[in-house]
């Protein structure tokens, strides 16, 4: 009798502890560094509700939200030593290499092709095909070729640097300079800026956070991320990971399979309630079809804009995967209101056309490109680098 009455006390008590949901941590590494108003600072580390208007949130979320928020300090009992990230400037210039390396088969082919004694019929099929295998696309390879054809008649000039020169101004005009692509958003005067990161599995999503959470740190920028890829808890650890190196706080779930949308939500609250200048929020990308991507997605937006709207959605493709990269980023600006491209791997292909045909297909620009695996392998775009890294060699 007894013991059945300790089991049920024993299963009460674990059935409490599951339903309180999603606990999620704070992981804090830094204080941060501007202008955080000094009764703020006392209770910068969120222990329990934020402010007001979350009751509405919380039933969104189904309850996960008013769990207390656990703050988790870092364990190392030294003031960590914190990276100090490359500076933003110039980024490209310096990983034009990567670029140049990959793309000398494209550059070199063009070239060598317009810089022929008589550019016949042949040599321009050539010189499209050469365009439609570094990804530029049918249309834009299509334009290329007619615009030289039309510059290299009128002007009957064979001089390589002069024919080189004449594919960089088209090369440039079809990579768009007239394009916003800032990848600060205009800061708010009474919160954060939020973004948020999709695409598939391993295009570089998470690497991606953690690299440009160094260029903001870079830039002066207090930031926050939210770990809202709930699917394995590496995911999480990977995204603490480069934050803790920088020292950016990451708000995260330790519960696998925790709902997504609860733990944006809570990132942009400890976002709002820290003053940081940028929440980042990264998201799964196991989502097999377009439905399942548009519910989650969807919800994430649903519930953090209870707090903030959301300033610019970043979508990460792959730069080695052509036009299957095409193909997702459809099914994504189908989905969500994408507003800006960040393609990663360009160190890995010479394929980097695929500029030009993603902007076309989207009609948005792109922003940053990943160079490579290193922690500060990530530039913001500059079309005039980058024309000149694929002509380059
Ligand atoms: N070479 C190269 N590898 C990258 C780049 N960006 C990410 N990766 C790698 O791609 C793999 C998947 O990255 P991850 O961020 O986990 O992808 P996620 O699933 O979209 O979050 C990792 O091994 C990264 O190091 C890049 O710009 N260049
Ligand atoms: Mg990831």
Do not use: C
């Amino acid at each position: 009798m007894s013991d059945s009455l300790i089991l049920t006390i024993i299963i009460v008590a674990v059935v409490a502890v599951v339903a309180i949901g999603v606990i999620a941590f704070v992981t804090k590494g830094r204080k941060p560094k501007t202008p955080y108003t000094s009764e703020r600072d006392a209770d910068d580390l969120p222990t329990g509700q934020s402010a007001e208007g979350d009751t509405d949130a919380a039933a969104d979320t189904a309850g996960a939200s008013d769990a207390p928020i656990a703050v988790q300090e870092p364990a190392a009992p030294a003031a960590p030593q914190l990276d100090v990230p490359e500076p933003v400037q110039g980024r490209l210039a310096r990983l034009r290499a990567r670029l140049t390396k990959s793309n000398n088969m494209f550059s070199k082919g063009l070239l060598a092709l317009l810089s022929q004694d008589s550019i016949d019929e042949d040599v321009w099929e050539e010189i499209e095909e050469n365009l439609l295998m570094a990804d530029l696309g049918t249309e834009p390879a299509l334009e290329l070729v007619d615009a030289l054809r039309e510059r290299v008649k009128i002007e009957g000039s064979k001089d390589p640097a002069r024919v080189k020169a004449m594919l960089r101004e088209e090369l440039l005009k079809l990579v768009d300079p007239s394009l916003d692509r800032s990848y600060l958003p205009e800061p708010h005067p009474d919160r954060p800026s939020i973004i948020m990161v999709v695409g598939v599995n391993g295009v570089g999503k998470t690497t991606t956070i953690g690299k440009m959470a160094r260029v903001l740190v870079a830039e002066d920028k207090d930031v926050l991320l939210g770990a809202a890829d709930t699917f394995r808890a590496a995911a999480a650890e990977q995204l603490a990971t480069w934050g803790d190196r920088v020292g950016v706080p990451t708000v995260r779930s330790e519960i696998d399979g925790a709902d997504p949308a609860s733990v944006a939500f809570e990132a942009v609250s400890a976002g709002i309630d820290q003053e940081v200048d940028i929440v980042m929020i990264d998201t799964a990308g196991r989502l097999q079809n377009k439905v399942g991507l548009m519910d989650e997605l969807g919800k994430i937006k649903r519930v953090v804009e209870k707090k903030a709207t959301i300033d610019e959605v970043l979508l990460v493709l792959d730069a080695t995967t052509g036009q299957n990269g095409l193909q997702q980023a459809k099914v994504f600006s189908e989905v969500v209101n994408v507003s800006g491209i960040v393609l990663t791997k360009l160190d890995g292909t010479a394929k980097g056309g695929i500029v030009v045909a993603i902007q076309r297909q989207l009609g948005v620009p792109v922003k940053l490109v990943g160079l490579g695996e290193g922690p500060d392998d990530l530039a913001p775009f500059n079309p005039e680098d980058f024309v000149d890294a694929l002509l380059e060699g």
